[in-house]
């Protein structure tokens, strides 16, 4: 459903469409190459931002509802105006779009509840400018961790290349989580075949659904993905080096993998609902086997209590001294000779 707040504004219009996630909005300030690391927290860009050539500069910002804030970063940065609207606009599907100034690209974030058996999203940008990378998430928690770890241990070549590098390792981390949500998909259909085998509960079938609901979130973040990084590793924007492209390709393989999974699970959450039906049919059909036999077994016995409590005065049974005794054994010989019966056929 697009924002009706946005009709008819021009493009470039900057409109906050999400919900707000957190209190205020987290600046992180990162500098590095290989010689140096520096990590400061910020509440503004202009007075504390110094680029610097051979200097990666890395802006983390955490919380996109500030909307004066996110533009005064992009007027500093000198970022295009589209790129910004479509940074506070948190309904976008990923993509990639080249400018001038630099790479933009969106991505999303999931993280899949096992408690609450959903899939929570959040849109994270990312752009890469001449000796700058700025990142834009929604939520206070810090999906970048492992980056900042890498770079303060100054492990791998993240710390001796330039800013596409850091796009792509950012991009990883988005990737990587996505096996981890499809891990937990997996535990938890793994938890649901073993409960419909043994006794379906009455929320099974909603979980079941929970989890497609799941897998389908999951396909249309990485789906267009797949693309987003094609563009990304065929552009050649001044701000991309070669050497990066064989990374992207990697990761591109991985979200091919990803896409991959995500059909085999689909097809396992479709035979969880089709197992699901035929376990409530199959003991169904035990209940409905049960009362058959039972209503089988009485019905003949209802029919000579029903013949012998009629009011005749003219039945000859009832004056003789055994009769009573005569009744209970035909009609306990007939309930035995259909149980035999139903015993041999392996209806019981």
Do not use: C
């Amino acid at each position: 459903m697009p924002n009706r707040k946005k009709i008819g504004l021009p493009p470039g219009s900057m409109i906050f469409t999400g919900r707000r996630k957190m209190e205020d909005t987290h600046l992180k300030l990162v500098r590095y190459n290989e010689n140096i690391y520096e990590v400061e927290r910020v509440t503004n860009v202009s007075p504390a931002v110094d680029l610097q050539p051979d200097v990666v500069t890395w802006l983390d910002v955490r919380g996109l509802h500030d909307v004066k804030l996110i533009e005064e970063i992009g007027r500093f940065f000198h970022v295009h105006p589209l790129v910004l609207e479509d940074i506070v606009d948190t309904s976008q599907r990923p993509k990639f779009e080249e400018y001038d100034d630099g790479l933009f690209l969106i991505v999303r974030a999931l993280e899949f509840d096992d408690k609450e058996m959903e899939i929570k999203t959040e849109q994270v940008g990312i752009f890469v400018g001449k000796d700058f990378v700025l990142s834009f998430q929604e939520r206070a928690e810090d999906l970048f961790a492992p980056i900042e770890q890498r770079l303060a241990n100054s492990s791998g070549k993240i710390r001796r290349r330039r800013g596409d590098y850091l796009a792509y390792a950012l991009i990883d981390t988005v990737v990587d989580n996505y096996l981890v949500t499809l891990e937990k998909i997996e535990k938890e259909v793994d938890v649901l075949e073993e409960v419909i085998m043994d006794r379906p509960e009455a929320n099974t079938k909603g979980r079941i659904h929970e989890l497609r609901l799941a897998t389908l979130a999951l396909r249309k973040a990485v789906h267009p993905l797949r693309e987003a990084i094609n563009r990304f590793a065929d552009s050649d924007h001044e701000v991309k080096s070669e050497d990066t492209d064989v990374f992207l390709r990697d990761l591109y393989d991985h979200t091919i993998q990803v896409m991959d999974m995500i059909e085999t699970y689909r097809d396992m959450i479709n035979g969880l609902y089709d197992l699901y039906l035929s376990e409530i049919s199959f003991k169904m059909n035990n209940v409905m086997q049960t009362l058959t036999v039972m209503s089988t077994i009485f019905i003949p016995l209802s029919f000579l209590a029903g013949v012998y409590g009629m009011n005749f005065d003219n039945m000859p049974e009832l004056h003789s001294r055994d009769g009573y005794y005569v009744l209970w054994a035909v009609m306990l010989g007939i309930a035995g000779i259909l149980l035999l019966y139903f015993w041999r056929k392996n209806w019981l």
